[in-house]
């Protein structure tokens, strides 16, 4: 029979006797008794376990003092008894062997107990029961009711005075106890009886002395159970008692050791000496000497006895105790309690040979030890070790690099396959983090140690500073000197330099280490315990060196099985908003790889337009670009912006902004990089400006001044305009785009003239016979007939007088034959500048204007030069192209394309145009101006037509599900459309397609999409540019539990096989093909013969439209920008495919280039030219790939272009949470929702916004007619728009350039329309409203007359609108009359000039 069973048998037989009247005999001290003798033995069985001591996470250890613990606490009657009755109650209060033995199982059961909700529970009389018992000199009711008290942390500040009391007493006691143990060692050990600890050797004399006076037989709390007959082994059980005498009053003690208010009363009784004494006699295997130490652990958190402990050689005394795991698991307590004293480390680190090397030899062998407390003590200790450099040096020389990267892995190793209990993941977690948080301040240390080492050698060198002179024992200020360690390496180490401590750990694989720990923990990062930070920061001094930066561009598996880089991991990491600690590790990282020396290109701006002779590109410049090129391609740009404007958390909102800004000076070195950033809406409009005008928080100034330093140096290196450092006002933001343009302007000249200046240069100072050798030199270089001065037919010279002086007319040189122009070859693109406060166009004969900033560069660039050793003047060829450009800098609106520049008349570029040629606002004047051959009515006249026209929307006809026919279409909702002939074709939510004939009621026919019962809504409708067929696309709601059939419909549109002569002329749907596990799919613009679909995993596929087969699937490769709401596209010419921000060939099934991400959600479409490409804002260019300007109107907009492709349609997303993890998962790969308003542009150059329509009602689809007469949408009638597929939708229909009241009759009509819309619920409303009295006039054939043209017109007519259609630059031909003059938008009637007579008069 076990233990277990046992106790359940002892508390049954328990319960019987409790419940027996009358009560046995012997009751109930016999039951009480063997239940004590039963704890015991669980004691002694867990005690041969050799379990850690330091193990408070009980319901993780599985041993039998535990479980038998759990088993007396669940009896909740029998710990009840235990407390009101035998303890406390009167009935055995005369009674004190019941009271022993009680006591005696509560002080084992209070391990397993909370403690301050017992205390809580039991009342004052129970408390105040157990001080008496504890102040008193009865034994053994007094060592175990002070074994009790010393659990109840809560008792300290209320009991106070009792506290104060009985600590005095038990430190007596503690003295008493060791003078009798050194009396019992004297004579166990004659031979080393008067050998003593040294320092205290009069103490312990006088406390033997006195134990052995006061230890007289009469003694009432005498130890032997001769003497006192409660100690006899009935009730105190087999083990020693005045060991547990020892341990209770130690345990106590250690309660309370933390608290300043009894450090009065410890060093007056000199309880330290008494410790040290206590160790020094005490055998190794006591479990006594644990408790000694333990209770020393917590005095030495104190500095006054820290330095005491110090005095005394204690730790030497330590040192010198023979290994025993348990007693070193509590040493390496004392080790992590003195390392938070500088003066004592000091002390410590100044011994190095004989202390620092045995404490690392020791905790080298804790890390290897079975206590996991023992290892985590030693963790803790290192980690604040490693702010010395003796620890450091030590932990180096005894190889322990090896042992805790080892062990390192094998905890990762573990966490991927994770234990079942909880308690011990969260161990494992914690015990990584500790070992990361170590491993950080080891190379913290290293980094500032190596940039000391640099330091020296530049200084022996003598090309650097003397170096900070630092003691080995002094500690090491990490958070101070390691930013400026760190960036002294970078500046000034060598590519292939040996950093043995960094080589050291990826040699062994540390750096995989702690990616690997990186996966796991952002796995486990909800639960807490997040060691990102420490990791982030690890693999940052890791990185440090140029030549391991590459290794973040690396592919890693995580524990999941998908593969990600480094870097896309650390940008995740800076874009984790809420956790300022991993966005702080994750910049400073990134502004190690980023702002590294570049040797090639540096930071400083110039206006020197020769080519300089660049150094030969080193291996550091090669891994700056891979790096630059890593951060784009995963998205760097994005967060980096996204970061310069948060403002949450509101605390770290402004270090948050000056590290992002930091990376982006580094990141802008790059050309690709700078020329995205210098088009972002965020710089080019002068956002960012903003941002520098205050802090976010006030008491952050500091911080902001480092950000407003960044942000001007950003701004000079993207546009070359420099700000005035004294104040936080920076120059306005049109300057930057002018320098900007002026910068890439290609300078020409005729190179001829510089031999005229030569010429006249020569003969003003009188070298004539050096300017006759010019002339001869010229003649001899260039054909014969070419002369010096032209000849009398040609353009008029000046004479050499002239051109001496100062008022030189503006004519030039001309040179027949050999007229060549030098161009500039320069990089421009970086190109700083200070425009002068001059005229825009100025006579070059004039003064030089004060501080031009051609003048002005060159000076300083001169200053410079003079400087260096080896000095090379400017050449002619610069200061001629200084002089152009500073002329070109003075222009109000210098262009990039210009006439070649003259160093004889002034350079202006022309003014923007005048406004006599600006086409009229009216349009009836534009018209007419039309009609005397001004094209458009003049200039932006195209624009006007277009504003004219697609800016006004009237309401024309709604469309509803009619409900009354069957209670199935109750549920049944509009979720796509579209328009084509004389139907509306509308998707539901059921997943049929309902085809509606224009102004019938009731739909023309149903088709199902699929034959499976589970059927997914209608989210998108397609047709085909022949109209001959259409393609249908089905997703499902992602957070539906059973798998989504997404899948598209490919249709044919053939005409009715009926005989009737009704529908002989009607055309009907016919499904062709099914394409599984498909979110969207659209068709080839030149033909039908393809078809795109968009997949899940931000793949697509080409599909034969005749025979559903699927041609080829382009999978972007990894790292992908992962659009929400990603929808592959063709180009207009059918040859390339934009998926999720990658260009592809899809003939050659290669991508083409991967565009940077700017957004979440729009994935972006090709333009009509050909040559741009709109993703969101941003405008690119598809032949160079550069980023040409940015929409702010375009911002989150799904754009569709209508049928003549020169008019866009704007649907802007419902807005979203910015985090990527936050939005809704039920709208993603699906179109909508959209906002209530769709906006139209101008599909040309700019995309200027037409205008914005408010439909009042969320948009779920839109579509338009194929003459662009119509625009058809879904909307929903919900007001609270919870669901793209449930509320009730209805389709309608808007007719283009028509405003909704055109007459002031209309007005009533619109509102008596309004109306009906409005109540939706009655059961009379009509399925489909007409919106205008004026349609319901028309008659059948005049409604086709109205959508697909006059039936009048032959074939060829048709064709032929057709072609005037396409070759017209306007969507529309238009025959105008107005009644207004003024502004044109009154009264205006627009026909369309293929209607019929009846329909111009209907009209």
């Known amino acids: 029979m076990n233990l277990i069973e046992k106790a359940n048998k002892l508390l049954g037989r328990w319960v019987k006797e409790h419940s027996t009247l009358p009560l046995p005999e012997n009751y109930p001290n016999d039951v009480l008794r063997c239940i004590a003798d039963v704890i015991d033995d669980a004691k002694e069985e867990v005690e041969s376990l050799g379990l850690d001591p330091y193990d408070d996470f009980k319901e993780m250890t599985e041993n039998v003092e535990s479980d038998l613990i759990k088993c007396l606490l669940d009896h909740e009657d029998f710990l009840e008894a235990l407390t009101s009755t035998y303890l406390t109650g009167s009935r055995y209060s005369n009674d004190e062997e019941v009271r022993i033995l009680a006591a005696r199982i509560m002080s084992c059961a209070m391990n397993g107990i909370d403690s301050n909700a017992y205390f809580k529970e039991v009342g004052e009389d129970m408390i105040d029961l157990l001080y008496q018992w ?36 038990l430190l007596q006691q503690l003295r008493e106890m060791y003078g009798k143990a050194k009396v019992e060692y004297n004579a166990a050990h004659p031979k080393t009886s008067n050998t003593e600890f040294a320092p205290w050797r009069e ?92 209770y020393l652990s917590a005095l030495l958190c104190h500095k006054k006895f820290a330095s ?71 963790r803790l200790f290192l980690t604040c070790g490693f702010y010395y450099q003796t620890i450091i040096e030590e932990f180096d020389k005894q190889c322990g690099l090896p042992v805790f990267l080892e062990l390192l892995k094998k905890s990762v190793e573990a966490l991927k396959d994770p234990p079942s209990i909880e308690v011990e993941v969260f161990l494992l977690r914690q015990k990584v983090k500790q070992m990361c948080n170590a491993l950080r301040q080891y190379l913290a240390g290293h980094t500032i140690l190596y940039a000391d080492h640099l330091r020296r050698v530049k200084d022996q060198q003598g090309v650097g500073m003397s170096p900070q002179i630092h003691t080995n024992t002094k500690a090491l200020e990490l958070e101070d000197r390691v930013k400026t360690a760190y960036e002294y390496i970078q500046a000034n180490a060598d590519f292939d330099c040996i950093w043995k401590s960094i080589d050291d750990v990826h040699r062994q694989g540390g750096f995989e280490t702690l990616i690997q720990a990186f996966f796991i923990n952002e796995t486990f990062r ?183 330093t960044y942000t001007r140096s950003l701004l000079e290196v993207l546009f070359g305009v420099s700000t005035d450092k004294s104040t936080s006002e920076p120059s306005p933001i049109n300057k930057m785009t002018k320098v900007d343009i002026v910068s890439k302007t290609p300078i020409n000249f005729n190179k001829d003239e510089i031999y005229h200046l030569l010429h006249s240069t020569l003969l003003e100072h009188g070298l004539k016979n050096a300017a006759n050798a010019l002339v001869d030199e010229v003649k001899q270089k260039l054909d014969k007939d070419i002369a010096l001065y032209p000849k009398t037919s040609g353009p008029q010279v ?30 421009l693109d970086s190109i700083t500048c200070s425009t002068p406060n001059t005229p825009a166009c100025r006579p070059t004969t004039s003064k030089v204007p004060q501080k031009s900033f051609a003048v002005k560069n060159h000076l300083e660039a001169l200053e410079a030069r003079t400087t260096s050793k080896a000095y090379q003047p400017p050449s002619l060829n610069d200061l001629v192209h200084n002089f152009m450009r500073d002329q070109h800098m003075q222009c109000e609106h210098p262009m990039s394309i210009v006439p070649d520049f003259s160093l004889f008349r002034d350079h202006k570029c022309p003014d923007p145009h005048p406004e006599l040629y600006e086409a009229p606002v009216n349009i009836v004047s534009r018209h007419q101006r039309r009609c005397y051959g001004v094209p458009y009515g003049g200039i932006n006249g195209r624009f006007r037509d277009y504003k004219f026209m697609f800016s006004k929307f009237k309401p024309y006809y709604t469309l509803r599900v009619d409900s009354r026919n069957s209670e199935e279409w109750e549920d049944i909702d509009f979720t796509s459309c579209l328009t084509f002939s004389n139907y509306i074709v509308a998707g539901c939510n059921n997943g049929q397609i309902r085809v509606y004939k224009m102004m019938d009621h009731p739909p023309y026919y149903c088709v199902q999409t699929t034959d499976n019962s589970d059927v997914e809504p209608i989210t998108s409708l397609s047709l085909s540019n022949s109209a001959r067929m259409m393609v249908s696309s089905s997703t499902a709601e992602a957070e539906l539990d059973r798998q989504p059939n997404n899948a598209c419909t490919l249709w044919s549109i053939r005409p009715s096989s009926s005989s009737s002569s009704e529908s002989s002329n009607q055309d009907v749907l016919e499904r062709r093909h099914v394409i599984e596990r498909v979110d969207h799919a659209t068709f080839s613009h030149l033909s039908d013969d393809l078809l795109l679909a968009t997949m899940a995993e931000h793949k697509c596929c080409l599909v ?100 003549s492709r020169d008019i866009m349609y704007g649907l802007s997303h419902v807005k979203q949470e910015i985090h990527d993890h936050e939005i809704s998962p039920s709208y993603k790969h699906v179109m909508g929702p959209f906002e209530s308003t769709f906006k139209t542009f101008a599909a040309n150059s700019g995309y200027p916004s037409l205008g914005t329509y408010d439909a009042g009602r969320q948009i779920i689809d839109l579509n338009f007619c194929r003459r662009d007469e119509l625009v058809v949408t879904v909307e929903s009638t919900n007001e609270e728009f919870t669901s793209m597929w449930t509320g009730g939708s209805v389709v309608k229909l808007y007719k283009v350039g028509r405003s909704k009241a055109t007459r002031e009759d209309d007005d009533e009509d619109d509102d008596d329309v309004e109306d009906e819309d409005d109540d939706e619920d009655d059961d009379d409303e009509s399925v489909g409203d007409l919106e205008d009295d004026d349609d319901i006039s028309l008659s059948d054939g005049e409604m086709n007359e109205e959508m697909s043209g006059s039936s009048d017109d032959s074939p060829d007519d048709d064709d032929n609108d057709d072609e005037e259609e396409r070759t017209t630059q306007s969507s529309l031909n238009f025959s105008l009359m107005s ?19 009846s329909s111009k008069s209907s009209g």
């Not at 034994?139 to 209320?158: D, M, Q, T, W």
């Not at 693999?539 to 999941?560: A, E, G, M, N, V």
């Not at 740009?637 to 949450?648: P, R």
């Not at 030189?808 to 027949?816: A, D, E, F, Q």
């Open 203 to 294: 103490d312990t004399q006088d406390a033997v002395c006195t134990s052995t006076k006061e230890d007289t037989p009469n003694k009432a709390g005498g130890v032997s159970a001769d003497k006192n007959p409660l100690l006899r082994r009935e009730l105190v059980g087999r083990r020693n008692f005045e060991e547990f005498r020892c341990q209770a009053v130690l345990h106590f003690l250690l309660s309370l050791g933390e608290y300043q208010e009894f450090l009065g009363l410890i060093m007056k009784n000199s309880i330290l000496k008494l410790l040290l004494n206590y160790i020094s006699i005490t055998d190794i295997n006591s479990p006594v000497i644990f408790s000694i130490i333990r």
């Open 1104 to 1203: 034969d439209c005749y025979t559903g087969k699927t041609i080829s699937v382009l999978a972007n490769p990894p790292g992908s920008d992962g659009y929400h709401k990603n929808h592959a596209v063709f180009n207009f010419t059918d040859d390339l495919v934009l998926n999720d921000g990658v260009l592809w060939d899809y003939r050659a099934m290669f991508p083409i280039y991967k565009f940077d991400k700017f957004n979440n959600i729009v994935s972006g479409v090709f333009t009509p030219a050909g040559i741009e490409i709109i993703i969101n804002t941003e405008i690119w260019d598809m032949r160079t790939f550069k980023l040409l300007n940015t929409i702010n109107s375009l911002d989150n907009c799904l754009l569709k272009y209508n049928h």
């Open 526 to 708: 909800s639960k807490g315990y997040d060691a990102s930070p420490c990791i982030i920061t690890a693999l940052t001094f890791l990185t440090i060196l140029p030549r391991y930066q590459l290794k973040l561009t690396d592919q890693f598996t995580s524990p999941d099985g998908e593969s990600h880089t480094v870097i896309k991991l650390i940008l995740s990491a800076a874009e984790s908003y809420g956790n300022i600690e991993i966005q702080r590790s994750a910049l400073s990282l990134i502004v190690v790889v980023v702002c590294g020396p570049y040797r090639a290109n540096t930071n400083t701006m110039s206006l020197n337009l020769t080519p300089a002779p660049h150094p030969r590109r080193t291996s550091s410049d090669d891994v700056m670009h891979k790096m630059w090129s890593a951060i784009r391609t995963n998205n760097g740009i994005k967060v980096l912006m996204s970061l310069l404007l948060t403002k949450t958390p509101l605390v770290h909102a402004d270090e948050l902004r000056m590290a992002a800004c930091k990376a982006l000076n580094g990141l802008c070195r790059s050309r690709g990089v700078r020329q995205i950033a210098s088009k972002l809406h965020l710089m080019s409009s002068g956002q960012l400006l903003a941002l520098m005008r205050e802090p976010v928080l006030p008491e952050n100034a500091e911080t902001h001044s480092k950000f407003c």
């Open 308 to 378: 005491e402990f110090m005095t005394y050689d204690g730790l030497q005394l330590l040192l010198d105790l023979p290994f025993n795991q348990r007693a070193l698991t509590g040493i390496s307590t004392c080790f992590y309690a003195l390392v938070f004293h500088s003066t004592v480390m000091e002390r410590l680190c100044s011994y190095s040979n004989h202390l620092v090397t045995p404490i690392m030899s020791i905790c080298l062998q804790q890390l290897r030890g079975k206590y996991e407390s023992g290892r985590s003590y030693v």
């Open 798 to 827: 000046p004479s050499t007088s002239h051109l001496m002086s100062p008022v030189t007319p503006c004519k030039k040189l001309v040179i027949r034959n050999a007229r060549s122009r030098v161009s500039s070859s320069n990089d």
């Open 1379 to 1397: 009644d207004s003059d003024e502004d044109g938008t009154q009264g205006v009637i627009v026909v369309p000039r293929n209607r019929t007579s």
């Open 134 to 169: 504890s102040l008193a000199d009865r034994e053994p009711l007094k060592s175990y009711a002070v074994e009790i008290l010393s659990y109840g942390e809560i008792l300290c500040s209320r009991y106070h005075q009792n506290n104060v009391e009985l600590v005095s007493k």
